[in-house]
C-alpha cells in the first residue's frame, strides 16, 4: 500500500526566505505527483502537477521536483511572503492496484512572519 | 467560472438521521471522487465515479453511498450517520482518470454527527 510521507510538519520562517518543502512515496511506481495548497477552513487549490515522465515543474515562485526512482518530491518557495502561509500537501496517483486515487502525505504547515 | 461547489458547508446532525452532501462541478469532467480529511489521518478517498452510472469504492466507504446519474453531480448520502464519521468533506474532479488530470477540489463539508 502506497505511503507517502512530509518532513517537516510544520515549519515557520521569516518573510523573504526560500525554502523546501519534502514529499517521499513508498512506491514509485506513480501516474503522476501533485502539490496542493489548503487554507484554514477552507478548500485544496492544487499548485502543481508533475507527470511521472517529468522532473519538474514551475509556476511563479514555485518549482516542484521529482525523483521517481527514489520516491521522492520537493517543493521549493522562493521568496517567502506571508500570503504563503497555508499547509501544503503532497499526492500521488496511481500504483498499488488503484490508478484512480490519490494517496495524500499528512501535510507541512508553512507560517511566513512578516 | 470553473468551480467544483458543495452544499451545505457546514451540517450538525444527530446520530441516525439521514443525509446528503451535493457535489457539482461545471467542467464537464468524467472523473469525480470524495474524500474526508481527519486530524492524523489526512485525506483519504470513500468513493469515485469513472463517469455516469459508474461508481467504485475508495479507501473508507464503510457507511456511505453515492450515485452518478448526471456527469455533473455526485451527491455523497449517508444513510445512518454515526459519531465517527464527524469530518471535513471535500468533492475532487478531474477531466478524466486521475493518472494524469489535475484534480480540483470543492471547498469542503463540515460535517458534525452528535
Known amino acids: 500500500k502506497q505511503e507517502v510521507t512530509q518532513i517537516p510538519a510544520a515549519l515557520s520562517v521569516p518573510e523573504g526566505e526560500n525554502l523546501v518543502l519534502n514529499c517521499s512515496f513508498t512506491d514509485s511506481a506513480i501516474y503522476n505527483l501533485q502539490w496542493f495548497r489548503q487554507d484554514p477552513g477552507k478548500g485544496l487549490t492544487s499548485l502543481l502537477l508533475i507527470q511521472s515522465s517529468q522532473r519538474e515543474q514551475t509556476s511563479g515562485r514555485l518549482n516542484a521536483s521529482l525523483d521517481k526512482s527514489s520516491g521522492r518530491s520537493t517543493l521549493y518557495i522562493a521568496a517567502s511572503q506571508p500570503g504563503d502561509s497555508a499547509t501544503y500537501l503532497c499526492a500521488v496517483s496511481g500504483s498499488s492496484g488503484s490508478a484512480r486515487q490519490l494517496t495524500f502525505g499528512s501535510g507541512t504547515q508553512l507560517t511566513v512572519l512578516p | 467560472e470553473a468551480q467544483v461547489t458543495q452544499n451545505p458547508r457546514y451540517l450538525i446532525t444527530v446520530t441516525g438521521k439521514k443525509l446528503t452532501v451535493t457535489c457539482s462541478q461545471n467542467?464537464?469532467?468524467?472523473?469525480m471522487s470524495w474524500y474526508r480529511q481527519d486530524p492524523g489521518l489526512g485525506l483519504r478517498q470513500i468513493y469515485y465515479?469513472?463517469?455516469?452510472?459508474?461508481?467504485d469504492k475508495g479507501d473508507v466507504p464503510e457507511g456511505y453511498k453515492v450515485s452518478r446519474k448526471e456527469k455533473r453531480n455526485f451527491p455523497l448520502i449517508l444513510e445512518s450517520p454515526s459519531p465517527n464519521q464527524t469530518s471535513l468533506y471535500f468533492c475532487?474532479?478531474?477531466?478524466?482518470?486521475?493518472?494524469?488530470?489535475?484534480?480540483?477540489f470543492g471547498p469542503g463539508t463540515r460535517l458534525t454527527v452528535l
Open positions: 475532487a474532479s478531474s477531466l478524466r482518470l486521475a493518472n494524469y488530470n489535475e484534480q480540483f
Open positions: 467542467m464537464n469532467h468524467e472523473y
Open positions: 465515479s469513472m463517469n455516469v452510472e459508474v461508481t
